[in-house]
């Protein structure tokens, strides 16, 4: 339910897609020998990295080159299994050794540099490209968006709703047919496993910096460079998207029940967020002077577990994280996840909580609006849904309706380290089996969306301050979305992050009992899901 929500939220501000790719029939198997080998390869930063792989008489390997040209070697010794994966694509060869209970690693990505724009240039002559669209009933909307993309590439899109639960499997399905999709969606619920499913494309060799996001970008297009390392793999990058496909984390607040209290002026909380004086514990204090319990007002409504994840980054954290090295691991001995848990349990738990504790699972927007809150955290396009319901009732704790929209205010959610929380990463890549015109097709199209959304993302109705606030955090590119994929059989992240803030903020735990007790849980979720 949790995963719906979310996609509709987001789906306020843009229409996401998706695409595939297929393996093939080359097999050979042969006896290796008896003496100790060792490999040598490159891997997928150019480097060259020694593999051991130790065999005797009754190791097999065997070897499967798809129609790709990827050649795909296992060697199984005693039980254990050692893949040794080489893959040319356009010409430049990959390739990494991975031993049985190794996990994939992850790493910061060095963009190239370059100084000509991937989509430059570009006239596919008329051809068609699919396009595996995420989620169903949305392939006719945007048609404008659509076309304008189609006459200035001189393509045509061939557009395909694929259900959102069942996207991996779709992209999966399609490629196994022999039909992969050129441009595919990448969600964060998704990552990694859409990418350990071989469904995409490594974009490595397409993407400079000459295509990163600037100032210029929303004339220009461009792509996050926070997004490309979020949701990158093994060393390469598979996901692109511009800003403003992201969505900033807001908290909405009601001004006049703010200024009732004395938060007004230059002790108003978007004043405060300009002069850097805004953080956690400052709007903890104003929603402790604010609420009134005894008259059915709270501060806001519960943060966990409808917005636990947003809460966590806007600590510049989350329950995994990359190593100096490059692997993700469990991140519950954090101190920056002890901090945000800490100021969460403040909020939601014990006497002196700020949230209301009679609708803990509620996604707050009826109660901001009839105000039994006086926030709520929601994306950026939660303004659609506050600008409808007020054209159509009016809530008299926004005052008359010629005055409720004006007592509408937005300020971003406090952040550590300047690192802005968004609510998730989604992006476009290319299809495993798409042609190098496909693979540029996507590119483009990525790029030419990252124009689009800025001119839509926000309603025609929302005051210019209201745009450039939410602008202004995107073309910033210091944001973290949550790690909420890596669905295992033993949970997902998002699960886990969930489960851990309940157990703070709604049942009261010790936070530090809580945290070691599922260190080990999150690590093999990151581990399992690693391995594909």
């Known amino acids: 339910m949790k995963r719906v929500l979310a996609i509709l939220l987001v789906l306020c501000l843009v229409v996401p897609m998706a695409a595939c790719g297929k393996d093939g029939d080359t097999k050979t198997t042969t006896t290796a020998g008896d003496a100790a080998t060792t490999t040598t390869v490159a891997n997928g930063d150019g480097e060259v990295v020694d593999g051991d792989v130790t065999t005797d008489p009754n190791a097999t390997e065997t070897t499967v080159t798809d129609k790709n040209g990827n050649v795909v070697t296992t060697t199984t010794q005693k039980g254990a299994t050692t893949v040794r ?55 006719q909307d945007h048609t404008d968006w659509h076309n304008d993309f189609q006459k200035q590439y001189n393509v045509k899109l061939d557009i395909r709703g694929v259900a959102t639960d069942e ?9 196994a047919g022999g039909s992969p999709y050129d441009i595919v969606f990448l969600y964060s619920f998704d990552y990694p496993e859409q990418i350990t499913a071989n469904v995409m494309q490594p974009l490595n060799d397409y993407i400079t910096t000459a295509d990163l996001w600037t100032k210029d970008s929303a004339k220009t297009g461009g792509f996050s460079e926070s997004l490309l390392q979020a949701q990158s793999l093994n060393g390469n990058l598979y996901c692109v998207a511009g800003n403003y496909l992201q969505t900033p984390t807001i908290l909405w607040y009601n001004k006049k029940l703010f200024s009732a209290a004395g938060y007004d002026g230059n002790q108003d909380p978007l004043a405060l967020y300009k002069a850097g004086k805004w953080n956690w514990d400052v709007l903890y204090d104003m929603l402790s002077d604010i609420k009134d319990p005894d008259k059915g007002l709270w501060g806001i409504n519960s943060i966990a577990p409808y917005y636990e994840h947003q809460f966590v980054n806007s600590f510049d954290t989350d329950v995994a994280k990359l190593t100096s090295d490059g692997r993700l691991v ?81 300020v971003p959610i406090p952040n550590k380290n300047g690192v802005y929380s968004i609510w998730d990463w989604m992006g476009y890549g290319a299809g495993n089996g798409a042609t190098d015109e496909g693979i540029k097709c996507a590119l483009a199209f990525a790029k030419h969306d990252s124009i689009v959304n800025h001119k839509q993302a926000y309603h025609p109705n929302m005051t210019a301050e209201m745009k450039n606030l939410f602008c202004g955090i995107l073309d910033g590119d210091k944001l973290r979305g949550p790690m909420d994929g890596f669905s295992t059989s033993a949970g997902s992240l998002g699960g886990m992050c969930g489960t851990i803030t309940n157990a703070v903020a709604i049942k009261g735990q010790n936070i530090t009992v809580v945290l070691k007790g599922y260190e080990k849980v999150v690590q093999t979720i990151i581990d399992q899901a690693l391995k594909g």
């Not at 499997?169 to 490629?175: N, T, V, Y």
């Not at 969460?344 to 109660?367: A, C, F, M, W």
């Open 85 to 139: 994966t080489k893959k040319t694509l356009h010409g430049v060869t990959t390739a990494t050794v991975k031993k049985d209970g190794e996990a994939s690693t992850l790493g910061k990505i060095t963009i190239k540099e370059g100084k000509t724009p991937v989509e430059k240039g570009l006239n596919f002559g008329g051809k068609t490209f699919t396009f595996a669209y995420y989620g169903t009933g949305w392939d």
């Open 167 to 175: 996207y991996v499997a779709g992209l999966s399905s399609a490629m």
């Open 330 to 410: 469990q991140n519950l001995n954090d101190p920056n996840l002890y901090a945000a848990l800490e100021t969460l349990q403040k909020y939601s738990y014990g006497e002196h909580k700020v949230t209301d504790p009679n609708n803990p699972y509620e996604n707050g927007i009826d109660q901001f609006l009839n105000g039994t809150t006086a926030s709520v955290i929601q994306t950026a396009g939660a303004y659609w849904t506050f600008y409808n319901n007020m054209q159509k009732k009016t809530y008299s704790a926004f005052g008359s309706k010629a005055q409720q929209l004006n007592n509408l205010g937005a």
